[in-house]
């Protein structure tokens, strides 16, 4: 007896083990004696384990251990909670229920009933010997679970069997209605072939048969060896006549093919209660061959032991195989799981990577199935309109690149029945059609309301083609904008017109250059003789009629402002007039589009009397010999009389010597700059009075800068003018008259520019080093 409890104590701690081994994955509760609680849970199904009470120990006499009390009712079942829900359960009278409301309505579980007396235990005076005296009914058990020993000292006293007073104990295991392998717990029940299979190993999916198929030699030809290719050899039976009875979507979620447990995989689904660990009264193969005898295999006795024997035996065969990982099981009552069978055609759907329509030159087409398939290609896939391009992918995802042939309708078909799932279901059909577009819209049409030069707004108009459905204009080199209404412009400029289809196809841009809005008046326009005191006719040439754009010019002589009903000028005008008489000369310029310029007036005097005074030079530059010149009198009617002054003064100071005859030379001996004044009178007493000069006599120095004859102070006298040079380029030069080959003092404009607005020759220049130099 004393082998016999020490042998149930083991297998009894084993079992302790063990159900701390179950309970992976689960929530436990324990609840006191006639004691109510509430435990809060999410929407979900769920396993309810639930333990009645179990008796406690018998007493014990002399120090001998009391027996096991009888373990109270068990039950197991599957609860769905279809929101939030209190799960209650109650413990009273050595009963356990559950249920999903306070008010006893809904599903309900009961656990729980009258657990066993534990034996009495007797103590006899030879302590060598023990009695066990059997066992006896025990008294209603409190909630409980699991094998608890009783003990007591050791007395003299036979006591009665005592009660239980274990602690009340329910386990929650949340389940999904639908999961994979990996998610399952070990030992779980899984259909699989229409037969129970227990799962090892959730994170493989390995699984053995819950029993065995029936009783064969491992190898008659004891050969130790697993051997699916051997014909004698128990793997090639499960490998062939038992894989074949599979179907093939059964056979599509089996990894490596169908083996035996190892050694070690028995092990660790005794200690993780897969199996009794006392065995379940029939004995076994497993795939493990003995180290040393090459004959023998191991295999599971009948008491659950592990050992071996020679191949040529007879045991049970239990078939294991790995189970794809990700499959899915689904939850049936009773907590256990069947797989769901896949009779499902994969399903494909077609994107791309643009909308229809479209004007791409190349499209990438998506092709997504539900699920992994194999065997798809880029021979699968029908293009119209199209070439086919890059094709890649795996899995349940590929792409191929079509590249367009031209405008139309480009269909792409994957074709039904070219690949499969794992399962071996061929695809269903798929068919993708996108537009192409690749036809440019006509050229936007640009025109203007007036196209002659003009001083006021123009309005521009774009008129589209019917397929556009963006239209922009931009002007000049600004942004491109939309086009709404027609358009305002106010400046010359040039306006650009485009246009893009539905697709994003663009016309070609379309221009138009608007040059004839004039909002500027022309300048004034100018005369090569301007006012002064003339004695004959003057012939005037308008030498700038204003600005280039000038269209005509008119002009009047009496004062009045000109205006287009005046003379227009064509050519030269004449402009003459009485001795005495100031004549005045306006004119005005109009451009091509009617602005109209500013007047230019101009006054010119005649004195038509007077002697000529003729001298034959008129300055000189500075020299040591004296200044000579030789004057020259004439007049219609003859000379009176006249007379002359030379004069340090640009003004007479009215020292006047007399003159001899009507050409007399004139002679200045005295160092210094000298002006020559000439007052004449003819017999018509017209007189007239004239200055010349500057002349200069004296030591000539060379001053550093310029030219050897020239004084520094000679360089005040020169003035900018703008004028042609020999090659007719407009140049602005700073010149001064030549008045008998010296810089002169004072000069018109006449003396440097000639009537064709080009310099004369003869005349002094600054050059770019400060020198005065002759032209």
């Known amino acids: 007896m004393y082998n016999k409890k020490i042998i149930t104590f083991l297998i009894m701690v084993v079992g302790l083990i063990l159900m701390s081994e179950l309970k992976v994955h689960a929530t436990d509760y324990s609840y006191v004696e006639g004691t109510q609680a509430s435990i809060s849970l999410s929407a979900g199904t769920y396993i309810i384990e639930v333990w009645g009470s179990e008796g406690a120990s018998g007493n014990d006499e002399g120090g001998a251990y009391g027996g096991v009390g009888g373990k109270g009712g068990y039950a197991r079942g599957v609860l769905t909670l279809d929101s939030l829900t209190n799960l209650y359960i109650n413990g009273s ?10 008010n006893n309505i809904g599903n309900r579980i009961l656990a729980g009933g009258v657990g066993g007396r534990g ?46 007073n274990g602690v009340g104990f329910t386990r929650i295991t949340a389940l999904s209605t639908t999961s994979t392998i990996t998610e399952l717990s070990v030992g779980q029940i899984i259909m699989f072939h229409g037969e129970a299979w227990k799962l090892i190993n959730p994170s493989t999916g390995l699984i053995v048969k819950a029993v065995s198929i029936g009783n064969m030699a491992f190898d008659p030809d004891n050969n130790r060896t697993y051997n699916s290719s051997d014909s ?19 056979k599509s979620l089996i990894r490596d093919g169908i083996y035996l447990l190892t050694e070690n995989e028995y092990n660790s689904a005794i200690l993780a209660g897969v199996f009794p660990s006392s065995g379940d009264g029939t004995n076994w193969w497993l795939i493990t061959p003995h180290p040393t005898l090459v004959q023998c295999v191991f295999y599971v006795k009948i008491n659950g032991l592990v050992d071996y024997t020679a191949t040529s035996g007879s045991a049970g065969v239990r078939p294991a195989l790995r189970i794809q990982e990700s499959t899915i099981v689904n939850l049936v009552p009773g907590g256990g799981y069947e797989i769901v069978q896949d009779n499902t055609s994969p399903t494909c759907v077609i994107t791309s990577s643009v909308e229809s329509p479209s004007n791409a030159s190349s499209i990438t087409y998506t092709f997504t199935f539900n699920e992994t398939v194999t065997g798809f290609d880029i021979n699968d896939v029908t293009v119209t309109n199209g070439t086919k391009g890059t094709f890649s992918g795996s899995g349940s995802v590929y792409t191929l690149v079509v590249t367009n042939s031209g405008s139309g309708t480009q ?4 074709n039904a029945a070219v690949c499969s ?14 537009t192409i577009d690749s036809t440019p819209p006509e050229v936007p049409d640009i025109d203007v309301n007036i196209s002659t030069p003009t001083n006021t707004d123009v309005t521009v108009t774009i008129t589209y083609p019917n397929d556009a459905t963006i239209k922009e204009y931009k002007i000049g080199s600004g942004a491109w904008i939309s086009y709404i209404v027609a358009l305002t412009i106010t400046t010359n400029s040039t306006v650009y017109a485009r246009c893009y289809d539905d697709v994003g196809n663009p016309s070609t841009q379309s221009s138009l250059s608007i040059v004839n809005i004039d909002k500027i008046a022309p300048g004034a326009p100018t005369v090569d003789k301007v006012t002064g005191i003339y004695n004959s006719t003057q012939t005037i040439t308008v030498t700038d009629a204003g600005g280039i754009d000038v269209a005509h010019t008119y002009y009047t002589i009496d004062g009045t402002e000109p205006d287009n009903t005046d003379t227009e000028v064509i050519g030269t005008i004449p ?18 589009a009617g602005n109209i310029g500013v007047v ?60 001899v005859t009507d050409t007399q030379t004139l002679t200045q001996t005295a160092n210094g700059t000298w002006y020559l004044h000439i007052r004449a009178t003819d017999n018509d007493a017209n007189e007239i009075i004239q200055r010349y000069g500057i002349y200069k006599k004296g030591s000539v120095q060379v001053s550093e800068g310029y030219t050897e004859g020239t004084e520094k102070q000679d360089r005040k006298n020169f ?24 810089v002169a003092q004072t000069f018109e404009k006449d003396d440097v520019i000639d009537i064709d607005n080009k310099f004369k020759n003869g005349m002094f220049y600054i050059d770019r080093d400060g020198k005065i130099q002759q032209y």
Do not use: C
Request: glycine share 12%; hydrophobic share 30%.
């Open 93 to 102: 009278s050595g009963t356990i229920e559950v249920r999903k409301d306070a």
């Open 119 to 164: 034996d009495d235990a007797y103590y006899y005076e030879d302590p060598e010997y023990w009695e066990y005296t059997g066992w006896f009914d025990g008294a209603p058990g409190s909630k409980g679970i699991g094998n608890v020993y009783g003990y007591a000292p050791l007395t003299n006293t036979l006591t009665s069997p005592g009660i239980g």
């Open 232 to 250: 004698n050899n128990i793997g090639y039976y499960l490998n062939n006549t038992y894989y074949n009875t599979f179907t093939v979507g059964e």
């Open 411 to 414: 269909t792409i078909i994957v």
């Open 421 to 434: 799932d794992a399962a071996g279901n061929g695809n269903t059909s798929d068919t993708k059609q996108i």
């Open 575 to 592: 402009v003459d007039g009485n001795n005495g008489v100031t004549v005045i000369l306006k004119l005005v310029s109009y451009d091509a």
């Open 600 to 659: 230019t007036t101009e006054e010119y005097t005649f004195d038509k009397t007077g002697p000529t005074i003729t001298p034959d030079i008129t300055s000189r530059i500075k020299d040591g010999s004296d200044i000579s010149v030789e004057i020259t009198l004439t007049a219609d009617s003859g000379i009176d009389s006249w007379e002359y002054e030379w004069s340090e003064s640009a003004t007479p100071t009215g020292s006047w010597t007399a003159g």
């Open 719 to 742: 003035r900018y003018y703008i004028g042609k040079d020999n090659n007719g380029i407009n140049k602005i030069m700073l010149v001064a008259g030549n008045h008998g080959g010296s």
